[in-house]
Protein backbone atom coordinates (compact mmCIF):
# COMPACT_ATOMS: atom_id res chain seq x y z
CA UNK A 1 0.00 0.00 0.00
CA UNK A 2 1.63 3.02 -0.78
CA UNK A 3 1.80 5.84 1.77
CA UNK A 4 3.74 8.94 0.33
CA UNK A 5 2.74 12.56 -0.04
CA UNK A 6 0.32 12.63 -3.23
CA UNK A 7 1.38 15.75 -4.99
CA UNK A 8 -1.63 16.98 -8.13
CA UNK A 9 0.66 18.41 -10.41
CA UNK A 10 -1.65 19.94 -12.14
CA UNK A 11 -4.60 22.12 -11.15
CA UNK A 12 -6.57 25.46 -12.34
CA UNK A 13 -7.71 27.91 -9.86
CA UNK A 14 -9.02 31.39 -10.54
CA UNK A 15 -9.94 34.27 -7.87
CA UNK A 16 -13.65 33.81 -7.14
CA UNK A 17 -14.76 36.51 -8.91
CA UNK A 18 -13.53 35.68 -12.05
CA UNK A 19 -13.56 31.37 -11.40
CA UNK A 20 -16.99 30.82 -13.18
CA UNK A 21 -16.32 32.80 -16.59
CA UNK A 22 -12.72 31.17 -16.40
CA UNK A 23 -14.10 27.67 -15.87
CA UNK A 24 -16.72 28.59 -18.61
CA UNK A 25 -13.97 29.58 -21.55
CA UNK A 26 -12.88 25.79 -20.80
CA UNK A 27 -13.21 22.79 -23.72
CA UNK A 28 -17.40 22.65 -23.60
CA UNK A 29 -16.82 18.90 -24.19
CA UNK A 30 -15.30 18.37 -20.64
CA UNK A 31 -17.27 17.54 -17.30
CA UNK A 32 -16.53 19.88 -14.72
CA UNK A 33 -15.60 18.53 -11.46
CA UNK A 34 -15.23 21.55 -9.26
CA UNK A 35 -15.98 25.62 -9.89
CA UNK A 36 -12.41 26.71 -10.08
CA UNK A 37 -12.48 28.21 -7.18
CA UNK A 38 -10.15 27.65 -3.94
CA UNK A 39 -12.08 26.73 -1.83
CA UNK A 40 -13.85 24.05 -4.38
CA UNK A 41 -10.65 22.80 -5.17
CA UNK A 42 -9.88 22.44 -1.07
CA UNK A 43 -12.98 20.14 -0.74
CA UNK A 44 -11.79 17.82 -3.42
CA UNK A 45 -8.57 17.48 -2.57
CA UNK A 46 -9.66 16.53 0.96
CA UNK A 47 -12.05 13.91 -0.68
CA UNK A 48 -9.24 12.22 -2.80
CA UNK A 49 -6.45 12.27 -0.06
CA UNK A 50 -4.29 14.79 -2.21
CA UNK A 51 -1.86 16.46 -0.14
CA UNK A 52 -0.52 19.15 -2.03
CA UNK A 53 -1.72 20.74 -5.53
CA UNK A 54 0.10 22.67 -8.03
CA UNK A 55 -2.02 25.43 -8.88
CA UNK A 56 -1.39 26.96 -12.59
CA UNK A 57 -2.24 30.38 -14.10
CA UNK A 58 -2.22 31.61 -17.33
CA UNK A 59 -1.78 35.04 -18.57
CA UNK A 60 -3.33 35.70 -22.09
CA UNK A 61 -1.98 38.97 -22.48
CA UNK A 62 1.48 40.57 -21.31
CA UNK A 63 -0.55 43.17 -19.24
CA UNK A 64 -2.56 40.50 -17.37
CA UNK A 65 0.91 38.57 -16.14
CA UNK A 66 1.57 40.27 -12.95
CA UNK A 67 -2.24 39.89 -11.66
CA UNK A 68 -1.92 36.27 -12.61
CA UNK A 69 1.29 35.95 -10.81
CA UNK A 70 -0.18 37.82 -7.48
CA UNK A 71 -2.88 35.39 -7.05
CA UNK A 72 -0.55 32.29 -7.54
CA UNK A 73 1.87 33.97 -5.04
CA UNK A 74 -1.15 34.42 -2.54
CA UNK A 75 -2.46 30.80 -2.20
CA UNK A 76 -1.72 29.04 1.02
CA UNK A 77 1.80 27.60 0.54
CA UNK A 78 1.20 24.75 3.05
CA UNK A 79 -1.38 23.77 0.21
CA UNK A 80 -0.66 24.57 -2.96
CA UNK A 81 2.20 25.14 -4.89
CA UNK A 82 1.82 28.36 -7.41
CA UNK A 83 2.99 28.63 -10.52
CA UNK A 84 2.47 31.19 -12.53
CA UNK A 85 2.85 32.99 -16.10
CA UNK A 86 5.27 34.08 -18.33
CA UNK A 87 4.33 35.75 -21.81
CA UNK A 88 6.56 36.50 -24.83
CA UNK A 89 5.09 40.06 -25.21
CA UNK A 90 7.09 40.76 -21.89
CA UNK A 91 10.98 40.47 -21.48
CA UNK A 92 12.64 38.03 -20.09
CA UNK A 93 13.93 40.52 -17.48
CA UNK A 94 9.93 41.29 -16.85
CA UNK A 95 8.70 37.51 -16.71
CA UNK A 96 11.59 36.76 -14.23
CA UNK A 97 11.00 39.78 -12.11
CA UNK A 98 7.40 38.93 -11.47
CA UNK A 99 7.91 35.61 -11.06
CA UNK A 100 11.06 36.45 -8.43
CA UNK A 101 8.58 38.98 -6.68
CA UNK A 102 5.81 36.80 -5.84
CA UNK A 103 7.46 33.54 -4.76
CA UNK A 104 6.36 31.49 -7.49
CA UNK A 105 8.60 28.27 -8.23
CA UNK A 106 7.88 27.72 -11.79
CA UNK A 107 5.20 29.22 -14.92
CA UNK A 108 3.10 27.40 -16.88
CA UNK A 109 2.92 28.10 -20.42
CA UNK A 110 0.36 27.18 -22.74
CA UNK A 111 0.56 28.15 -26.17
CA UNK A 112 -3.09 27.80 -27.62
CA UNK A 113 -4.43 30.16 -24.74
CA UNK A 114 -1.95 32.74 -25.09
CA UNK A 115 -1.59 32.27 -29.02
CA UNK A 116 2.12 31.54 -29.42
CA UNK A 117 4.16 28.73 -30.39
CA UNK A 118 6.94 26.77 -28.86
CA UNK A 119 9.78 28.35 -31.12
CA UNK A 120 8.58 31.63 -30.70
CA UNK A 121 12.19 33.10 -30.39
CA UNK A 122 10.51 35.86 -27.88
CA UNK A 123 9.74 32.75 -25.89
CA UNK A 124 12.82 31.22 -26.05
CA UNK A 125 14.75 34.01 -24.66
CA UNK A 126 12.52 34.11 -21.44
CA UNK A 127 13.20 29.92 -21.03
CA UNK A 128 16.62 30.15 -21.28
CA UNK A 129 16.04 33.12 -18.66
CA UNK A 130 14.27 30.86 -16.14
CA UNK A 131 17.12 27.70 -17.16
CA UNK A 132 18.38 26.86 -13.22
CA UNK A 133 15.65 28.34 -10.84
CA UNK A 134 12.15 28.42 -12.50
CA UNK A 135 10.59 25.13 -13.77
CA UNK A 136 8.28 25.54 -16.59
CA UNK A 137 5.01 23.55 -17.37
CA UNK A 138 4.24 23.30 -20.94
CA UNK A 139 0.88 21.99 -22.47
CA UNK A 140 1.54 19.79 -25.46
CA UNK A 141 -0.80 18.50 -27.92
CA UNK A 142 -4.26 19.77 -28.88
CA UNK A 143 -7.56 21.30 -27.34
CA UNK A 144 -10.49 20.64 -28.38
CA UNK A 145 -10.71 20.68 -32.01
CA UNK A 146 -7.04 22.36 -32.08
CA UNK A 147 -4.51 19.67 -33.12
CA UNK A 148 -1.90 21.69 -31.63
CA UNK A 149 0.70 22.09 -34.24
CA UNK A 150 1.80 25.17 -32.48
CA UNK A 151 2.65 22.71 -29.71
CA UNK A 152 3.53 19.30 -30.60
CA UNK A 153 5.49 16.77 -29.72
CA UNK A 154 8.19 17.87 -31.93
CA UNK A 155 8.56 20.88 -31.00
CA UNK A 156 8.62 19.88 -27.29
CA UNK A 157 11.58 17.63 -28.07
CA UNK A 158 13.39 20.56 -29.59
CA UNK A 159 12.89 22.63 -26.29
CA UNK A 160 14.24 19.87 -24.79
CA UNK A 161 17.60 19.67 -26.44
CA UNK A 162 17.34 23.16 -26.75
CA UNK A 163 17.25 23.58 -22.58
CA UNK A 164 18.90 20.86 -20.72
CA UNK A 165 19.22 23.16 -17.55
CA UNK A 166 15.30 23.86 -17.55
CA UNK A 167 13.27 21.96 -15.07
CA UNK A 168 10.85 21.35 -17.72
CA UNK A 169 7.17 18.95 -17.08
CA UNK A 170 5.45 18.03 -20.46
CA UNK A 171 1.47 17.89 -19.47
CA UNK A 172 -0.50 15.13 -21.20
CA UNK A 173 2.70 12.60 -21.33
CA UNK A 174 3.99 14.86 -24.29
CA UNK A 175 0.93 15.14 -26.28
CA UNK A 176 -2.95 14.99 -25.40
CA UNK A 177 -4.86 13.63 -27.97
CA UNK A 178 -1.34 12.64 -29.57
CA UNK A 179 -0.42 9.67 -27.41
CA UNK A 180 1.40 7.77 -30.27
CA UNK A 181 3.10 10.49 -31.57
CA UNK A 182 4.65 11.27 -28.40
CA UNK A 183 5.44 8.19 -27.62
CA UNK A 184 7.75 8.08 -30.56
CA UNK A 185 9.01 11.73 -30.43
CA UNK A 186 9.22 12.39 -26.53
CA UNK A 187 9.42 9.13 -24.33
CA UNK A 188 13.34 8.37 -23.76
CA UNK A 189 14.00 12.38 -23.30
CA UNK A 190 15.23 13.64 -20.46
CA UNK A 191 11.84 15.80 -19.27
CA UNK A 192 9.08 14.90 -17.00
CA UNK A 193 5.96 14.17 -18.22
CA UNK A 194 2.48 14.59 -16.32
CA UNK A 195 0.02 11.87 -16.48
CA UNK A 196 -3.12 14.74 -17.49
CA UNK A 197 -5.68 13.39 -19.54
CA UNK A 198 -9.26 14.76 -19.26
CA UNK A 199 -11.61 13.73 -18.84
CA UNK A 200 -9.49 10.82 -17.55
CA UNK A 201 -6.20 8.42 -17.49
CA UNK A 202 -8.36 6.00 -17.52
CA UNK A 203 -9.68 6.17 -21.52
CA UNK A 204 -6.35 5.44 -22.56
CA UNK A 205 -5.13 1.72 -23.00
CA UNK A 206 -3.70 1.01 -20.14
CA UNK A 207 -2.01 -1.67 -21.20
CA UNK A 208 0.14 0.86 -23.70
CA UNK A 209 0.27 3.57 -20.80
CA UNK A 210 1.94 1.35 -18.81
CA UNK A 211 4.46 0.43 -21.64
CA UNK A 212 4.82 4.20 -22.52
CA UNK A 213 5.88 4.72 -18.23
CA UNK A 214 8.40 1.54 -17.84
CA UNK A 215 9.80 3.11 -20.94
CA UNK A 216 10.07 6.84 -19.80
CA UNK A 217 11.13 5.64 -16.71
CA UNK A 218 8.73 6.04 -13.72
CA UNK A 219 11.17 8.18 -12.03
CA UNK A 220 10.26 11.15 -14.54
CA UNK A 221 6.40 10.68 -14.06
CA UNK A 222 4.16 13.39 -12.32
CA UNK A 223 0.82 12.34 -11.34
CA UNK A 224 -1.43 15.32 -12.63
CA UNK A 225 -5.10 15.40 -12.77
CA UNK A 226 -6.02 18.74 -14.59
CA UNK A 227 -8.79 19.53 -12.22
CA UNK A 228 -11.32 20.90 -12.28
CA UNK A 229 -11.52 19.25 -15.67
CA UNK A 230 -11.00 15.56 -14.19
CA UNK A 231 -11.52 13.80 -10.81
CA UNK A 232 -8.06 13.44 -8.75
CA UNK A 233 -9.66 10.78 -7.36
CA UNK A 234 -10.31 8.70 -9.96
CA UNK A 235 -7.07 9.41 -11.46
CA UNK A 236 -4.92 8.25 -8.38
CA UNK A 237 -6.80 5.11 -8.46
CA UNK A 238 -6.04 4.73 -11.96
CA UNK A 239 -2.51 5.21 -11.65
CA UNK A 240 -2.33 2.61 -8.50
CA UNK A 241 -4.20 0.29 -10.91
CA UNK A 242 -1.47 0.25 -13.88
CA UNK A 243 0.32 -2.00 -10.74
CA UNK A 244 3.96 -0.50 -10.46
CA UNK A 245 5.71 -1.28 -7.53
CA UNK A 246 5.09 0.37 -3.92
CA UNK A 247 8.08 2.55 -4.70
CA UNK A 248 7.37 3.56 -7.97
CA UNK A 249 3.67 4.43 -7.53
CA UNK A 250 4.71 6.51 -4.52
CA UNK A 251 7.37 8.42 -7.00
CA UNK A 252 4.52 8.84 -9.53
CA UNK A 253 1.83 10.38 -7.26
CA UNK A 254 4.26 12.85 -5.18
CA UNK A 255 8.00 11.69 -4.90
CA UNK A 256 8.88 12.76 -8.52
CA UNK A 257 7.42 16.40 -8.15
CA UNK A 258 8.53 16.89 -4.18
CA UNK A 259 11.97 16.16 -5.59
CA UNK A 260 12.16 18.11 -8.99
CA UNK A 261 10.48 21.05 -6.89
CA UNK A 262 12.92 20.44 -4.05
CA UNK A 263 10.18 20.14 -1.36
Request: aromatic share 6%.
Amino acid sequence: MTTGLIIDGHTHVYPDAVARKAIAGSPADLERFGDGTVASLTDVMAASGVDRSVCLGIANTPDRVDNANRFAGSLDADRFIGFGSVHPGLSPEENVASLRVHGLRGAKVHPMFQQLTLDDPRLLATLDAMSGEFAVIVHVGGAGDDPGDRCSPAMLADLVRQFPRLDLIACHFGGYKRFEEAAEIVIGLPVHLDTSWPPSLATLDQRRVREIVEKHGPERICFASDWPMADPAAEIATIRDLGFSDDDTDAILGGNLARLLKL
